[in-house]
């Protein structure tokens, strides 16, 4: 059972930054792929941004260049570093983890952390 806590969440001006982090509980944080979603008020939940268990990355088209996605495997923890930071950016930001057990997979989520972008 993987539990994912969500923390740095905000209200913030157009142009500052904020760290997201996601601390996973376990043993064996380091074989999970971790993503970080968002959904805005009205819109369809869309990936922000994943780093595989071999640390590989890959970015939504509107956030590459300004969040930085990373882990430390050894605190069993996900940031998502995010500069330059838009009004658009405003939404409810998600912890994902995936889980491959044989030839299943798992998602799990953490309950969301509130990032807000206005002046």
């Known amino acids: 059972q993987v539990q994912l806590v969500e923390s740095g969440g905000g209200l913030v001006q157009p142009g500052e930054s904020l760290r997201l982090s996601c601390a996973s509980s376990g043993s064996i944080f380091s074989i999970y792929d971790m993503g970080w979603f968002r959904q805005a008020a009205g819109k369809q939940r869309e990936l922000v941004a994943i780093?595989?268990?071999?640390?590989?990355?890959n970015y939504a088209d509107s956030v590459k260049g300004r969040f930085t996605i990373s882990r430390d495997n050894a605190r069993n923890t996900v940031y998502l570093q995010m500069n330059s930071l838009k009004p658009e950016d405003t939404a409810v930001y998600y912890c994902?983890?995936?889980?491959?057990?044989?030839?299943?997979?798992?998602?799990?989520w953490g309950q969301g952390t509130q990032v807000t972008v206005s002046s």
């Open positions: 780093i595989t268990s071999g640390g590989s990355t």
């Open positions: 994902n983890a995936r889980e491959y057990i044989i030839t299943r997979m798992y998602d799990y």
